[in-house]
C-alpha cells in the first residue's frame, strides 16, 4: 500500500508517522530526510539541493520527485510506504501521481490530520528549547521541573523564532494555501479520510491504523470479487 499522510505544521503528523510505520514495518518517506540524505552523502542531487538551498530558492518539484523515485527502487518498501508530508502542493500530488501510475501502483489511502489552527499555535508557541543543552519541554504539556543534566533551573529556556504565534499563523496560511488543493484532489478520487488530530496521541495512531487495515481489506474484497 501507498499512504499519504497530510497535515499542518504542529499536528503531530510527524510522530504518527513514526509509530505507524514502526507498528506495520513499512517504508517511512519524508521529503525533509530525503534532502538530509542526499545532501550528506553529497549525491548528484543532493548538490542540486544545496544550490538551492544556498541560494535561498526552493527546491524544483522535479528534484523532489527524482528522489522519490530513487527512494522507491530500493527493496524496503515492498511491504509498504507511508508519504509523510509529501506531497505538499497539488504539483507534487499530481507528480506522485504520474510516478507510481508508471511502477503500476496508485495511492491507496490519504490521511488528513484535522487540527484547528488555533490549537496549533497554542501546541507550537508553548515549546520551549533550552538552548545550552536542546532538551525539548511545552508549557502545558510537559513544563520545566527539573534539569534532565541537573545544570540549571530553567534560565536557559527559550521559544524559537518560528514558533512565536505569529509566526506560526502564517505557517499556517502558507499550509492552507499550498496543501487544501491537494486534500480535495484525495476526496475527488475517494481515498481521503480525515481523522481528528486532537485527543491521545494513541487513539490517533489507532484511527489511522484502523484506516489502513480497512482499505486493504476493501482491497482483498475487490481482488476476491474480480471484475464484474
Known amino acids: 500500500m501507498n499512504v499519504v499522510l497530510l ?10 508517522a513514526t509509530t ?21 552523502a553529497q549525491t548528484a542531487l543532493g548538490r542540486q539541493v544545496e544550490g538551492y538551498m544556498n541560494r535561498g530558492e526552493l527546491v524544483p518539484d522535479d528534484v523532489t520527485i527524482a528522489m522519490v523515485r530513487e527512494r522507491l527502487a530500493q527493496p524496503d518498501i515492498a511491504a509498504g510506504v507511508l508519504f509523510d508530508g509529501f506531497p505538499r502542493t497539488l504539483a507534487q500530488a499530481h507528480a506522485l501521481d504520474t510516478l507510481l501510475a508508471s511502477l503500476g ?3 491507496d489511502l490519504a490521511v488528513y490530520l484535522d487540527v484547528p489552527d488555533e490549537a496549533i499555535v497554542q501546541r507550537l508557541s508553548g515549546r520551549l528549547v533550552c538552548r ?3 532538551a525539548p519541554f511545552h508549557a502545558q504539556a510537559n513544563p520545566f521541573a527539573a534539569c534532565p543534566h541537573g545544570k540549571c533551573a530553567g534560565e536557559h529556556l527559550v521559544r ?3 514558533d512565536e504565534p505569529e509566526t506560526v499563523r502564517r505557517r499556517l496560511a502558507t499550509f492552507h494555501r499550498q496543501t487544501a488543493p491537494v486534500v480535495e484532489h484525495y476526496r475527488a478520487v475517494g481515498v481521503l479520510v480525515t481523522i481528528h488530530g486532537e485527543g491521545p496521541v494513541e487513539a490517533i495512531g489507532r484511527a489511522i491504523l484502523e484506516a489502513v487495515d480497512d482499505t486493504a481489506q476493501d482491497a482483498a474484497g475487490a481482488v476476491r470479487a474480480g471484475p464484474r
Open 160 to 162: 524559537r523564532a518560528d
Open 7 to 16: 497535515g499542518a505544521p504542529g499536528s503531530g503528523k510527524g510522530t504518527q
Open 132 to 134: 545550552e543543552c536542546e
Open 20 to 40: 505507524v510505520t514502526g507498528r506495520l514495518g513499512w517504508a517511512h518517506v519524508a521529503s525533509g530526510d530525503l534532502f538530509r540524505h542526499h545532501l550528506k
Open 105 to 107: 501502483q496508485r495511492v
